[in-house]
């Protein structure tokens, strides 16, 4: 069965700090691998997403995302944190052997960032 | 803003009550989403329509009964609901759920709803 794991129910960092927001997942064939965010009073926005090729996928907001194969992994990250990044951000996974194409969703980190 | 609307943004309604949801998207998408968000749990879908035709509907109560007039238009009917109903209700759209393998999906801003 299709799962994704956001171990961290929140991260706290420092602003000017790297972040790092946590996703693994599990699927039967090939992982199609996204990342929302979503800002208080707000809908999900989506920031990035791998399909294929390279394995370190660039997003909005300076985001970015590096799948990992071997550790099922798809760990969100920022190399300077912005307290306006403090949002709610999830994971989600598509599994190309699911012939439904949902989306699978991780239950979300909450970032807080600090001045 | 990401082309799909929601309204009311913020609903309490009675057990008793019967209320709608309502979503509008303009982005020319053909495959419209009901999600319920709770907290500290993953996203929960609720229903999908396909080019008005609905394709999934995950066990949902037939409290919630949803409405697909167009591809543009999705409805949320709600009656005589329970408490632990409340919740963020949000509205998705993509191009269409057989090409979606590898598109992402655009959300409204949600409704919160809160059942009395």
């Known amino acids: 069965a299709q799962s994704v794991a956001q171990p961290e129910d929140q991260v706290n960092v420092a602003e000017g700090n790297p972040l790092t927001v946590k996703c693994t997942y599990s699927?039967?064939?090939?992982?199609?691998l996204f990342w929302y965010v979503q800002y208080p009073n707000r809908g999900l926005q989506f920031l990035l997403k791998?399909?294929?090729?390279d394995n370190l996928v660039k997003g909005s907001y300076g985001f970015e995302a590096e799948f990992n194969k071997s550790q099922t992994s798809f760990h969100l990250k920022k190399p300077s944190a912005l307290v306006s990044d403090s949002a709610l951000y999830f994971c989600?996974?598509?599994?190309?052997?699911?012939?439904?194409?949902?989306?699978?969703w991780g239950a979300g980190t909450k970032l807080i960032i600090k001045p | 803003e990401t082309g799909v609307t929601q309204t009311p943004r913020h609903l309490v309604m009675g057990m008793t009550n019967k209320k709608s949801l309502k979503c509008e998207q303009h982005?020319?998408?053909?495959?419209m989403y009901w999600y319920k968000q709770s907290a500290k749990k993953p996203l929960e879908l609720m229903f999908v329509?396909?080019?008005?035709?609905?394709?999934e509907n995950n066990s949902v109560p037939s409290r919630f009964s949803p409405e697909c007039p167009n591809s543009s238009h999705l409805f949320l009917h709600l009656h005589t609901l329970q408490p632990e109903d409340s919740a963020l209700y949000l509205c998705?759209?993509?191009?269409?759920?057989?090409?979606?393998?590898?598109?992402?999906?655009?959300f409204g801003q949600g409704t919160r709803l809160t059942v009395v």
């Open positions: 998705a759209s993509s191009q269409e759920v057989n090409r979606d393998m590898n598109t992402e999906a655009f």
């Open positions: 982005l020319g998408h053909n495959a």
């Open positions: 329509y396909n080019f008005k035709e609905q394709t």
């Open positions: 699927v039967s064939g090939n992982p199609y």
């Open positions: 791998y399909i294929t090729g």
């Open positions: 989600a996974v598509r599994d190309d052997m699911d012939s439904n194409y949902q989306l699978i």
